[in-house]
């Protein structure tokens, strides 16, 4: 079967023990781990804090791929494990999905790839339009449709599962991984988050000459540089200047770079940063599936390139920090679930910052809904306008823009129903922690779709807050223990105290990039709209033309579209960069 890909996915082959191919790819030497005790054998593709002879000990011990738990769980990084036991093979990726698998049968044999287009070279993929409905919805689609693939003949690996496949050829997903209980004070879970942490940028950095960061000037990426300083290897940092001149970022980033001397630091400004909006007629992403963003695409390419050229091949981002120190409306609702006058304080600080009113505020403290209730509800109010800052639930409300189709709105409508009459049970049994694995798995999306650019320079983008064994050591911090009034991720900062400065770690404001957005949507309005005239969605029925175009008449459009166009406009570049070979299901 392996015969017929394209020889661009057949540069490398591991073999079975019985000399079959078994594993078939391109990947940097550098990439793989690969080790073999009698008849089993174990591969680790990715960042692993690891060596061949600790997995080699490891593995002599395992007697089922079940038992391949305790590799997991001893080993730091991202990666995907692939490993072959007793005839049986076990494939996964990572708990964000930052390393994802996908599977498909080839006749009557089940077929795993990190990559759709893999599989799009073993059987025809016809395009599942209520699924491509869904990435229309405001954030995310909603947990578990968010697992979905937009291809019929695709079965993306469930959240928390690995692939077991056995000597005939089929396949079945299995359960791993349960997230921990909140129950370690910040004493104890700071230490152990500070080694979690700092084994995930040693998986990345600990062997590398050159290793690039972002330095935004952000707690996030700011602790990442200061981490990777201390491995030995030359660091090389870019950020990009903010446009808006009341940003607080840059005057942290230029004295952590002062603070970073034997660092390279490269700054892009207005004048040599790609737009937002640079790549939204693009035909060439060449990705997957629908991406999470589009406005930062070049931007990302040129992050590559630049960081390609001074010798770097892992990328550090802060992607993730800011979920695992999530305390928003469901943090707020486990505080109160748990004791309604200890949640007191925190309830009331949200509802002066947020202007919630009463009954907003009663439905913070009151039990959510079962979550597939929940669902069945959401479903019902897809068209209501958003009200961003006062939803509550176990997820952000799902919202479908107003210019999309009455079929697209009947389409989503229908999944989410028949969807939650099958009762599906939420990642985690707190509210709080769904959501924190619900961003989580976002950020995951993010990574793997930044790598498709990456990889074209040579360039892994790597997001140390999403591995593993970080997550899971946020998720076990008690609930009381993560909201300090007045600071801002009180467990990092007390993970990284002396390694990180005090300036970063104490950091209670944010900026964002709200003007850059603005600038580079108002450049590329032109673009925006030639892409409505010719909108792929709007010819499968999924929008409408005419709403669509309202949306991108003004330059300063409804600020509660802004989302909404970035994920309309991705999907338009997206179905632009699909192969003939590809495309949606007869009708």
């Known amino acids: 079967m392996s015969a017929r890909l394209p020889e661009e996915y057949r540069k490398n082959t591991i073999r079975h023990h019985s000399g079959r191919p078994w594993l078939v790819g391109n990947w940097p030497a550098d990439a ?59 494939a996964q990726g990572s708990l964000s999905g930052a390393r994802e698998l996908f599977s498909t049968s080839c006749a009557g044999i089940t077929v795993a790839a990190n990559r759709l287009s893999a599989l799009g070279e073993l059987r025809r993929l016809t395009l599942a339009e209520d699924q491509l409905a869904m990435h229309l919805l405001a954030f995310t689609p909603p947990w578990p449709l968010s697992e979905r693939s937009v291809w019929r003949e695709v079965d993306s690996l469930p959240f928390a599962h690995y692939l077991s496949l056995r000597p005939d050829g089929t396949a079945e997903p299995v359960r791993w991984w349960t997230p921990p209980e909140p129950e370690l004070p910040v004493d104890a879970a700071a230490p152990e988050f500070r080694k979690a942490l700092v084994a995930a940028v040693a998986a990345r950095a600990g062997t590398s000459p050159v290793i690039g960061a972002d330095l935004s000037g952000g707690m996030d990426s700011t602790s990442l540089c200061f981490l990777a300083a201390g491995q030995g290897g030359r660091l090389v940092t870019i950020r990009r200047r903010l446009m808006d001149p009341m940003n607080c970022d840059d005057s942290v980033a230029d004295r952590a770079a002062a603070d ?31 991406p999470p963003f589009i406005a930062m695409t070049s931007h990302m390419e ?61 439905r913070v403290v009151r039990a959510f809904p079962p979550y597939a ?70 950020n995951g999306w993010i990574v793997r779709f930044a790598n498709t650019f990456g990889e074209r320079s040579g360039v892994s983008f790597e997001a140390p807050f999403l591995d ?58 032109p673009r925006m709209r030639e892409i409505c005239e010719e909108s792929r969605l709007a010819d499968l029925g999924l929008i409408g033309r005419e709403g669509f175009r309202r949306a991108l008449s003004g330059i300063m459009p409804d600020p509660m579209h802004i989302g909404p166009l970035e994920k309309t406009m991705a999907c338009e570049a997206w179905l632009r960069s699909l192969p003939t070979k590809v495309g949606p299901k007869p009708r």
């Open 302 to 362: 040129d992050v590559a390139r630049i960081m390609a050229s001074h010798g770097v091949t892992r990328h550090l981002q802060g992607h993730g920090s800011d979920e695992l120190a999530a305390t928003g409306t469901t943090h707020a609702n486990a505080m109160a679930q748990r004791s309604l006058l200890g949640s007191l304080g925190m309830v009331r600080a949200m509802r002066a910052r947020r202007r919630w009113s009463l009954a907003t505020t009663l």
């Open 32 to 90: 793989a781990v690969c080790v073999q005790a009698g008849p089993s054998k174990l591969v680790l593709f990715g960042a692993a804090h690891t060596t061949e002879p600790e997995l080699l000990a490891l593995l002599g011990k395992v007697r089922t791929v079940r038992e391949l738990d305790r590799i997991v769980d001893r080993t730091e990084g991202s990666f995907h494990l692939v490993a072959s036991v007793d005839g049986f093979v076990r």
């Open 373 to 442: 209730e929940w669902l069945h509800r959401s479903a019902d109010a897809l068209l209501s306008p958003p009200e961003i800052e006062s939803e509550v639930g176990w997820e952000p409300a799902p919202r479908l823009p107003p210019w999309a189709s009455r079929e697209a709105a009947a389409l989503v409508q229908e999944t989410m129903r028949a969807t939650a009459a099958e009762n599906p049970q939420p990642m985690s049994s707190i509210p709080a922690h769904h959501e924190i694995l619900r961003c989580i798995r976002l």
């Open 260 to 290: 970073l001397p034997g660092a390279e630091h490269i700054v892009l400004d207005k004048d040599t940063a790609s737009p937002y909006y640079d790549s939204v007629d693009r035909d060439d992403l060449a990705v997957d599936e629908p």
């Open 468 to 525: 593993d064994r970080v997550v899971e050591t946020a998720l076990s911090v008690r609930l009381e223990d993560r909201y300090v009034a007045g600071r801002h991720k009180p467990v990092l900062a007390a993970a990284l105290r002396g390694t990180v400065p005090d300036y970063v770690l104490d950091r209670t404001t944010k900026s964002h990039f709200t003007r850059d957005t603005y600038e580079g949507r108002k450049r590329n309005l």
